[in-house]
């Protein structure tokens, strides 16, 4: 029963949010300028060399072109959970009959894959005028007939899986971030900090290009995984790395909606005491 309420919630949260396409244009049109911006970029840094890092130029662009899509179709959360929060709005969702954690996540969660998708989908598009098509899956020219398919189907499904845990995760860490609010007026510094490390590790520029030590701390952490994870899969893709990568993923996300659950209970506990 249950189930089917987050169902029903996640797909009618998708449906509003694509019956007004017009509130897309804004995000496309800065999502393709920063696309373009930062394939001029590279295209300077990449001049006189071939590869940085193991990265091509070509690699580089759709690196960033992937690693975005998490950024634009799953980086808002924070700002409605909190508004929840600081308006009193809480109390009253409090007092509905389902659970509050798992209810706000099928319907934010949802209604962000409509965005995502139409953010990949103009991503791809502008890829392939800017730099041509995406590397080929393993890297191969030598992957000929139907093992080269293959290849490239099965990067097709562990990119779209990634995209999915990355949203995932960037919900219930976000979340944690937000129910802050249950003790803290203004939180929204810690939410600018989260936002930046996203930024800076992984999302902006693949680990490899971060001195050893950083890359190695950063592997530690969750941020890799919102960003980094489906970006590296899809620019080089290879089937074990690719399962590391999503399983790492899996294993944040479980650890990050645990967190979620301790912060609402705590927090929960407390409005009930504060009277609302």
Request: aromatic fraction near 18%; hydrophobic fraction near 60%.
């Given at each position: 029963m249950r189930s089917r309420c987050y169902a029903i919630a996640a797909s009618t949260s998708m449906r509003e949010r694509a019956a007004y396409?017009?509130?897309?244009?804004?995000?496309?049109?800065?999502?393709?300028?920063?696309?373009?911006?930062f394939s001029r970029v590279w295209a300077g840094a990449y001049a006189g060399a071939s590869e940085i890092a193991g990265y091509t130029m070509r690699m580089a662009v759709w690196?960033?072109?992937?690693?975005?899509?998490?950024?634009?179709?799953?980086?808002?959360?924070?700002?409605?959970?909190s508004r929840d929060m600081k308006n009193g709005q809480i109390a009253y969702l409090l007092a509905r009959p389902y659970d509050y954690v798992g209810y706000n996540f099928a319907e934010k969660y949802g209604g962000s894959l409509v965005e995502a998708g139409v953010i990949l989908v103009e991503?791809?598009?502008?890829?392939?005028?800017?730099?041509?098509?995406?590397?080929?899956?393993g890297g191969a020219p030598s992957l000929a007939g139907g093992a080269g398919v293959?290849?490239?189907?099965?990067?097709?499904?562990?990119?779209?899986?990634?995209?999915?845990?990355?949203?995932?995760?960037?919900?219930?860490?976000q979340a944690s971030i937000a129910m802050t609010a249950f003790w803290l007026e203004e939180n929204e510094a810690f939410f600018w900090i989260f936002q930046k490390l996203t930024l800076v590790v992984g999302t902006l520029i693949p680990i490899e290009f971060l001195p050893t030590a950083a890359a190695t701390l950063a592997r530690l952490t969750p941020f890799p995984y919102l960003s980094y994870a489906?970006?590296?899969?899809?620019?080089?893709?290879?089937?074990?790395e690719a399962w590391s990568l999503v399983a790492a993923q899996a294993l944040w996300l479980v650890l990050a909606a645990a967190l979620?659950?301790?912060?609402?209970?705590?927090?929960s506990r407390r409005l009930s005491v504060n009277g609302g």
């Open positions: 396409p017009g509130n897309f244009i804004g995000s496309m049109f800065t999502y393709a300028l920063f696309v373009f911006i690196y960033f072109i992937v690693a975005e899509v998490p950024s634009f179709g799953f980086g808002r959360f924070f700002w409605t959970l991503g791809l598009l502008v890829g392939i005028l800017l730099v041509g098509p995406p590397p080929l899956a293959a290849a490239e189907a099965s990067r097709a499904l562990l990119v779209g899986l990634s995209l999915l845990l990355a949203g995932a995760l960037n919900y219930f860490l489906p970006a590296r899969i899809m620019v080089a893709y290879s089937p074990g979620a659950r301790i912060v609402f209970s705590f927090g």
